[in-house]
């Protein structure tokens, strides 16, 4: 893959570059935990509840248990998408249950007691990015209602261990490119969802040739670009979350 020194992405953002990030915790003060995150001009609302009890195949362990939901409004997007009821659609599963295990890796195991914590992430409104962005912003929200837990006597200290980050790679023309806009996503030769911890371990990879093959060579180059985006996001969650 060819790597160009200049760009056509809007705003002439770098390849390697992404957009503005945004993380503002407490964006939903009724919850334990909350952080409204922006990538660009994708905003997702992400916000934990925290709830006595345990799914019943969980019971009498002493242990507690992290899920999460996701949902689009119907006009996050630029024409109106029909709210799911009832049974939700695939994509939406595959992106919820990969939210959840993504937050779940920030643990190293369930032993706070019966409590069950619920992380919703609401796209408010969707340019691309929005499963990376919505982990990355749970992050920090469950960060906040593990500490509320504390604060509030429920439990002695957070189970937290490392935070998690998300960011798209894909290549465009030929380009890789770090943290896809919808417009780059739709026209991405290669797309990939990388997950990665605090720690600089990966927690999960999500890669598509969407027109054809690619070469190890050319992953290699993306999980690259996507390490070194999500150090960047690391240090946004750190920094926001320094105010605890």
Known sequence: MPDSPTSSRPAGRAPHALRPIALTRGAAPNAEGSCLVAFGNTRVLCAVSVEDGVPGWKKGKGEGWLTAEYAMLPRATHTRTARERGQVGGRTQEIQRLIGRSV??????????????????????????????????????????FDWMVRTGRIA??????????????????????????????????DANVVMSSEGRFVEVQGTGEHGTFARAEFDQLLDLAAAGILALDAAQRDVLGAR
Do not use: H, N
Request: glycine letters at 10%; hydrophobic letters at 45%; aromatic letters at 6%.
């Open 157 to 190: 200290a957070s189970p937290v261990r490392r935070r998690v980050a998300a960011v798209s790679v894909g290549v465009v023309g030929g380009v890789p490119l770090l943290d896809l806009e919808y417009e780059e996503d739709v026209r991405a030769e290669v």
């Open 104 to 145: 779940r890796a920030m643990l190293d195991d369930f032993r706070w007691g019966e409590f069950t914590l619920k992380v919703d992430c609401d796209v408010l409104q969707a340019d691309g990015g929005t499963r990376t962005a919505a982990i990355t912003g749970a992050a920090v929200a469950v960060c906040d209602a």
